[in-house]
């Protein structure tokens, strides 16, 4: 699968996992095994394992993953380097992730994974 099939996969799962069509948003345990199922076999999934253990963390307090997260997540999981250490000012951090991405950051540098 390309990329770009892969994109339109990931965005579609998204939808995919609502419980209804009137829900904007997807559980954690919802979003956390379309992770797992969508990035099994990749190459690029180095935050994938440590995203779930957040997700599932008493850390974590979001109770869903809105739309834009989940989006943002596939980009972050793409520029950030395994122990987030170009998630900074002057790297990938502009400011404008969702704050569970702030979130996860944190917590993956609190556990030492930086």
Not at 7 to 27: C, D, I, M, P, T
Not at 53 to 72: G, I, M, N, P, Q
Not at 94 to 114: K, M, N
Request: aromatic share 12%.
């Amino acid at each position: 699968m390309d990329a770009a099939e892969f994109r339109n996969l990931y965005a579609f799962a998204h939808e995919f996992g609502r419980a209804s069509k009137s829900q904007r948003n997807v559980g954690k345990d919802v979003a956390s095994a379309m992770l797992q199922l969508l990035f099994t076999g990749r190459s690029d999934a180095a935050h994938v394992p440590t995203f779930v253990a957040f997700l599932a963390s008493d850390a974590c307090k979001a109770r869903v993953v809105t739309h834009d997260e989940w989006l943002c997540f596939a980009e972050f999981n793409q520029l950030a380097a395994a122990d987030a250490s170009n998630y900074t000012e002057d790297g990938i951090d502009d400011g404008s992730w969702p704050g569970l991405i702030d979130a996860y950051v944190e917590w993956l540098r609190a556990r030492g994974d930086r």
